[in-house]
């Protein structure tokens, strides 16, 4: 039966467990140029060190106007591979395999003067109301998003996760909360995701994987469920993508009659649905950063990954300590032995 520190294979991407740390923005580049700083560094490796078998990059923008804020991570240029390439190479050297995530904020770029997004729907009354774009626009968007995965690509990632979950552009093009459109974009919801997958395929090695984030279920008044998230995610699947990323909501303000769970492992069982629906891997994240109730998510194949979000914020080192917790065996740093 496998656990949380069983070693787990797909495709090429070979982890030495079962546990993940999720793409989290640091808001830390203080030139406001997308490249990624010492910072960025430490923060990534440190987590290599403490045990974590994945590493996913925080969200990663196509271009400067897709940035959630100014001090956010880009891919729009050759000059932002370095730095990046130089974060996954010393995690290599840990143990640790690292994927990326690729986005574009759209309507929730708050620093940009003028946001795009699928219609001219604002997140709420306090947030500004963003431009539609043009058809040949949202072909250019697919472009960027291509060029993006072929430079994560040439900076040694193991992984691409495409970022369509949390009310960000993608998301906002499958959500007819969000999509108003009149053009192919908006007679075929999917459309924009799909094409999207078709160019990052077309860019990643054949053993490489993408993931895609999504948000399967939306809490607004009149928000999809479950069961419209599975529809949309088969349309992806059959588009490319090769494991789920499963989180929820983002996409507005909180309706009256539904509400995400405060409860441990409330999103668990959209991960399980997904999975058990498309047949395919997913990753279980939300308040699981206790190693007993991540490890049965697992052992009970809810998911085929967890990630740990605030638990290992607060802690670089949860992987370390939850191996002890759990009594399995893991690889400690010589240096740290004796505190384990």
């Not at 990663?60 to 990046?84: F, H, N």
């Not at 990632?157 to 993608?170: K, M, P, Q, R, W």
């Not at 479950?226 to 349309?235: G, R």
């Not at 997913?282 to 699981?288: D, E, F, N, P, T």
Request: aromatic content about 8%.
């Amino acid at each position: 039966m496998n656990h949380l520190f069983s070693p787990y294979q797909f495709k090429g991407l070979e982890l030495k467990n079962r546990v993940v740390m999720p793409p989290m923005c640091q808001y830390s580049v203080e030139n406001k140029d997308g490249i990624a700083t010492d910072w960025h560094y430490l923060h990534y490796v440190s987590r290599a060190v403490g045990g974590a078998g994945f590493i996913i990059i925080e969200m990663t923008d196509v271009e400067p106007d897709g940035r959630i804020s100014d001090y956010d991570l880009g891919l729009w240029s050759d000059e932002q591979i370095p730095a990046l390439a130089r974060i996954v190479e010393a995690c290599h050297k840990y143990g640790a395999k690292v994927g990326i995530q690729i986005a574009h904020a759209g309507r929730k770029a708050e620093d940009t003067a003028e946001p795009v997004a699928p219609s001219a729907i604002p997140f709420d009354k306090d947030w500004k109301t963003p431009r539609a774009l043009t058809t040949s626009e949202v072909k250019g968007m697919v472009e960027k998003f291509r060029q993006a995965v072929q430079r994560a690509v040439k900076a040694g990632f193991d992984a691409i996760e495409i970022h369509g979950a949390h009310g960000y552009l993608i998301h906002q093009f499958h959500s007819p909360l969000t999509n108003q459109r009149d053009d192919e974009y908006g007679k075929d919801l999917t459309k924009f995701g799909r094409e999207i997958i078709e160019a990052a395929k077309a860019e990643m090695p054949d053993d490489m994987p993408l993931i895609m984030r999504i948000s399967a279920k939306e809490y607004v008044d009149g928000g999809y469920g479950i069961n419209e998230s599975i529809q949309f995610a088969k349309h992806f699947q059959d588009a490319g993508v090769d494991m789920f990323h499963i989180s929820s909501g983002g996409e507005g303000p909180f309706g009256d009659s539904d509400k995400p769970g405060t409860h441990a492992a409330y999103q668990v069982p959209l991960a399980r649905e997904i999975k058990a629906s498309l047949d395919i891997p997913v990753i279980a994240v939300g308040r699981l950063e206790d190693p007993i109730l991540a490890n049965a998510v697992i052992g009970n194949e809810d998911a085929d990954l967890v990630a740990i979000g605030r638990g290992m914020l607060r802690n670089p080192y949860w992987t370390l300590e939850a191996a002890a917790a759990l009594k399995q065996e893991i690889t400690v740093p010589k240096q740290y032995t004796t505190g384990f």
